[in-house]
């Protein structure tokens, strides 16, 4: 299984982008899928995730409310919308594969990863 992000770039402070995650075959249709980030000298991150059917979504407190993410199982894709975007959250984003149907702020929970697309907010 590949991952593919794309979607980041340079942007100013309370712009927007849309970050997106393709995968390479079809997951299993019990996948959740999250987006995780990491900022220079700083661990990974969890920042949003949302179950196979989309019925379930977690996000960081620190993107409540300005991020959303979604997913088109038939496109075999997950979404990120970053809104009202801060200097704080410059850094390369990641997307995954959850082992599990209800997506976690739990790295260890996903098993394929993709290679990040990097977001950097200028002030």
């Known amino acids: 299984v590949q991952l593919q992000a794309s979607g980041g770039g340079l942007v100013q402070v309370g712009g927007s982008l849309r970050l997106s995650c393709a995968v390479s075959r079809r997951t299993s249709s019990n996948n959740a899928m999250g987006w995780f980030r990491q900022a220079p000298g700083k661990e990974r991150e969890f920042v949003a995730a949302?179950?196979?059917?989309?019925?379930?979504?977690n996000y960081a407190d620190s993107v409540k409310g300005r991020f959303t993410i979604s997913r088109d199982n038939a496109k075999n894709t997950v979404y990120l919308q970053l809104n009202s975007l801060k200097p704080e959250d410059t850094a390369v984003y990641y997307c995954?594969?959850?082992?599990?149907?209800?997506?976690?702020?739990?790295?260890?929970?996903?098993?394929?990863w993709g290679q990040g697309t990097l977001v950097t907010v200028s002030s």
């Open positions: 995954a594969v959850s082992r599990k149907s209800v997506g976690s702020n739990n790295k260890s929970d996903y098993n394929y």
């Open positions: 949302i179950s196979w059917n989309s019925q379930y979504l």
